[in-house]
């Protein structure tokens, strides 16, 4: 299993801070964002990872993580030299996925209070994605369930949702998401998406969706940001208690 970081884009969501460096070097209470997804990979047995980035700070990513030494792994990076969605992470990544195995964390997001290494560490083939109940599902894709629990479709940001659980950042993938990442035409916004790709594997049956509780923070905004720095921060205080 290999895994994928992606950390590029402009982050115009979050301007001025982003003017200066990106979104995923920002600080989440005492570390810089980009060590929670390199964490979460790591404890989950996935030590050959990918990270792409934007060409304008690619210096600082390689200033700040190296080699991946520090943290038990090897580093590969990769240049997006724009943001074309998610799914384009595996067009750039082709080289580095090959033939294996590949899960793939978006560099703003934040996991806390759940391990995924039992279900990456038990991933065949397909298509496996994770979803958790929210409160805002309009800003993510939104898994659809039938009556029996059975995932009916994955729709992006829809206006009406039609359940609670959204689609997180973490995504893992047999190598045949390379191929299905090239086939998929551009959305209304100019990007290929992660929910057609998701889709695909799901009209083929290939598609797992795992239910999980704990913590998920897309940092991508200021007021998550300052959530989950406050919720890190709280943690390392009740830690010293």
Do not use: C
Request: hydrophobic share 40%; net charge neutral.
């Amino acid at each position: 299993m290999k895994g994928i970081i992606l950390a590029g884009g402009s982050a115009t969501r979050l301007r001025p801070l982003t003017k200066i460096t990106s979104k995923q070097l920002l600080p989440v209470y005492d570390q810089p964002m980009i060590y929670y997804p390199i964490q979460t990979l790591v404890s989950s047995g996935i030590t050959d990872i990918l990270i792409i980035i934007s060409p304008q700070y690619s210096g600082q990513f390689l200033n700040l993580l190296g080699s991946g030494k520090e943290f038990g792994a090897r580093f590969s990076y990769a240049i997006q030299e724009e943001p074309k969605g998610l799914a384009d992470a595996f067009i750039v990544g082709e080289d580095f996925i090959d033939n294996d195995n590949v899960t793939m964390i978006l560099g703003d997001n934040i996991f806390d209070n759940h391990g995924f290494a039992k279900e990456i560490k038990s991933f065949k083939s397909g298509a496996m994605v994770f979803a958790k109940k929210v409160t805002d599902p309009e800003r993510f894709g939104v898994v659809e369930f039938d009556e029996e629990g059975k995932v009916l479709s994955i729709v992006e940001k829809p206006k009406e949702s039609k359940s609670d659980y959204a689609v997180v950042g973490l995504y893992t993938y047999d190598s045949r998401v390379i191929k299905y990442a090239k086939s998929l035409k551009p959305s209304a916004r100019g990007e290929i998406e992660i929910t057609d790709l998701n889709n695909l594997f799901l009209k083929k049956g290939e598609l797992k969706v795992n239910l999980f509780e704990g913590l998920w923070a897309d940092a991508g905004t200021f007021d998550s940001l300052l959530e989950v720095s406050n919720y890190m921060a709280n943690k390392a205080l009740n830690a010293k208690k």
